[in-house]
């Protein structure tokens, strides 16, 4: 069955820099899109980063030149690179995909499976 788990996440002050980690399995990493989201406390989940099988990339403009997506399929691994993390980036943050074809979107709701999430606090 297809698997997600996320680790790297932490706690930060504002300026500092985190690299998370989703390891994937149960699928064929890749074929599909990979997406980073995130859910801050009291606030809806929103798309953070996708990357497509042929490795284009879309941010939400928040994080645009700040956030990095990245995947390496030899080893069914999608990364995201923070640098210049800021306090409003405080979320659980969550690796994820589906097993369908199309164009990738920034929605969290194209996307069928999910990861546990993994803590990001940035402090002022």
């Known amino acids: 069955q297809v698997q997600l788990v996320e680790s790297g996440g932490g706690s930060v002050q504002s300026g500092g820099s985190l690299r998370l980690s989703c390891a994937a399995s149960?699928?064929?990493?890749?074929?599909?899109?990979m997406g980073w989201f995130r859910q801050a406390a009291g606030k809806e989940r929103e798309g953070v980063a996708i990357?497509?099988?042929?490795?284009?990339?879309t941010y939400t403009d928040s994080v645009k030149g700040r956030f990095t997506i990245s995947r390496v399929n030899g080893n069914n691994t999608l990364h995201l690179q923070m640098v210049s993390l800021k306090p409003e980036d405080t979320a659980m943050y969550y690796c994820a995909t589906r097993r369908r074809g199309g164009l990738c979107r920034l929605s969290a709701d194209d996307y069928t499976y999910w990861g546990q999430g993994t803590q990001v606090t940035v402090s002022s």
């Open positions: 149960g699928f064929t990493f890749r074929r599909y899109c």
């Open positions: 990357i497509n099988s042929e490795d284009t990339t």
